[in-house]
């Protein structure tokens, strides 16, 4: 006898079948179980060919990423223990459905098999102390394929969020790592990194090893910190390199000082030997031997060593110093200069003068000779002392002047 409740039965004349609500309701939770366990199998699949998944079974991994990946590998084989049983639920399910004739009993299985607790999730035997004397000797535990489904997607969930989790941390954080390295050696390459590049490279360090085995332990505000230390590394190195280009300028210059300082005291020295001895030593300016050489010297050697530091203030110092020096030396020069020039133009006035007493006949006047005389002793004789020297050409020539007015009047 034809099974009224199957499809196509010749009771139904091919029409929709006349299932009793338990049964209908078991059809519609196997055609859900059947489609969920398809999409089951894509998603347990892609997650097990997931890169960061195999890339977390393959490492020795620590702190927080090995204690949530503990969890979800236990989740993942119970997904896949879930998997095989919700599987084989479904498949008696469909044997049972797919029988010719249909009977009370096979509808109760088949009922049952759907939408009760059919499946069996273990069975533990009861020690004998904690029996009653009615108490089992082992206890199942069952469930229904709906709650086994519930638990998988739970399962689920809990693997994907780690596996997601680490592999966003690896994403996000090996190449911004990788990044911060690359500053590192460049700083390297420029010299030194310095205290701040060291502390920067320490810490990079540390959270590329935790990054190896422990992505979600790994501290995302660690990269800032390193990136805020490779900034502030790199000004000071672009500072001192700053430092040591205007450093090395002055240095130039100072060099350059350093060989005027030479010229200069040359000057000095032979304006002093034009001089020595013509007059007298006290009215002579000198200026204190001095060799700043060796103290520029010794700022080069703290150039070569690299003590830019050290420099600028020892540098500022001498060039101070070597101002001083050739504004000293070079009023010196001008000082001894003056004072030759001085008396050359006292001795051409004088001449001058008796040339103009030749013109007026008074070459051999008895009141002029003297004076002249004396003007001339003062002027060519050494030491000369300027001042009486120029009071002597002053009284020739006012003498000069008042004999001529006196001469020429009728």
Request: hydrophobic share 45%; with cysteine; aromatic share 2%.
């Amino acid at each position: 006898m034809a099974d009224p409740d199957r499809p196509g039965s010749p009771l139904t004349g091919g029409a929709a079948p006349m299932t009793s609500p338990p049964v209908a309701s078991a059809d519609a939770e196997l055609a859900r179980l059947e489609t969920a366990v398809q999409a089951i199998t894509r998603n347990l699949v892609e997650l097990d060919e997931h890169p960061t998944r195999k890339d977390l079974d393959s490492r020795s991994l620590t702190g927080r990423t090995a204690s949530e990946w503990a969890d979800a590998s236990a989740a993942l084989g119970t997904l896949w223990d879930g998997y095989r049983m919700l599987t084989e639920s479904i498949t008696r399910a469909r044997l049972l459905r797919g029988q010719r004739r249909l009977g009370d009993a096979d509808r109760a299985r088949y009922v049952h098999e759907v939408l009760g607790p059919s499946i069996v999730l273990s069975t533990s035997s009861v020690p004998l102390a904690q029996r009653g004397l009615l108490g089992a000797g082992q206890v199942t535990a069952t469930c229904s394929p709906a709650e086994l489904l519930a638990a998988m997607e739970r399962a689920f969930a809990t693997a994907v969020d780690v596996v997601t989790r680490a592999g966003e941390a690896w994403r996000m954080l090996l190449p911004a790592a990788a990044e911060a390295a690359a500053g590192l050696r460049e700083l390297r390459t420029s010299g030194a990194p310095g205290p701040l590049g060291d502390q920067a490279d320490r810490l990079l360090g540390e959270l590329t090893a935790a990054l190896a085995t422990d992505p979600l332990g790994a501290e995302p505000a660690v990269l800032d910190r390193v990136g805020d230390l490779i900034r502030r590394a790199q000004a000071e190195r672009d500072s001192a390199a700053e430092l040591r280009a205007s450093l090395t300028r002055r240095l130039a210059q100072a060099r350059e000082r350093a060989d005027e300082l030479d010229r200069a005291g040359r000057a000095a020295a032979e304006a002093h030997a034009r001089v020595s001895g013509r007059f007298p030593e006290a009215r002579i300016a000198t200026v204190r031997r001095l060799n700043l050489r060796p103290d520029l010297a010794a700022i080069e050697a703290l150039a070569t060593a690299g003590q830019w530091a050290l420099i600028s203030p020892r540098l500022a110092r001498w060039s101070r110093e070597a101002a001083e020096r050739l504004a000293a030396l070079q009023a010196v020069t001008v000082h001894n200069d003056r004072l030759l020039a001085e008396r050359n133009e006292l001795r051409g006035r004088l001449d001058a003068y008796q040339a103009k007493a030749l013109r007026h006949g008074l070459g051999e006047h008895p009141a002029l000779i003297p004076l002249a005389e004396r003007a001339r002793a003062g002027l060519y004789t050494a030491p000369c002392e300027l001042e009486q020297a120029r009071a002597a050409v002053n009284a020739y020539q006012e003498a000069l002047t008042a004999t001529i007015t006196r001469d020429a009047r009728p």
